[in-house]
């Protein structure tokens, strides 16, 4: 599930929704997969179809027979249906997500007999974290693309690019801009200093929390 939340970061880095997914065979990650509809103009582009499409073409098999998948959020109607279509064994994710949640939080499709289902769920684990990535989501207020150097802010000061209020984290990021990412590039851990890579853009990332 750790991976799968460094995913969700990635999406969180390219300003979008931050859910991550990973599918792991034998404890090995074959998979990963972070969401990326808007980037992509894909309303298939969830983390789950990302990390199945990824898993299948490492596997080169459509199915997924003895894979579990780790996700951050509950899965949506469409992934729950990637999802067994796969094969997959086991689905463990964080968070609920009670507006779309198809693993009981709006409907249970894993539950319903009628459509021969192959995939049990845990749920819950690392919930808190993989929620917090989700409050903390704002996709007005957080990205802002500039000829960027790297700024240092204080925690508790105004937010001296106006993207929010009180600057809560102290921190600024870079991200990646989206032609040249390498999705398997971690970001740089909130708080951590490190000297920015080639293929970190020139696109200031602010992970404070939106103004109110
Ligand atoms: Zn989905």
Redesign the pocket.
Known sequence: MRAALEQARLALASGEVP?GAVVVQAGRIIGRGHNHPINRHDPSA????LALRDAGAALGNYRLPGCDLYVTLE??????GAIQHARIRRVVFGAQDPK?GACGSVVNLFEDRRLAPHTAVAAGVLADESASLLRGFSPIAVVRRVNAIRVQQVEGEPCSQQLTRVCTTGLWLWRAAPAEADPRVPAPDPGESVARPAQWAAVLWCVCRPAV
């Open positions: 859910v969830h983390a789950e179809v899965p949506c109607v469409m992934c729950a779309t």
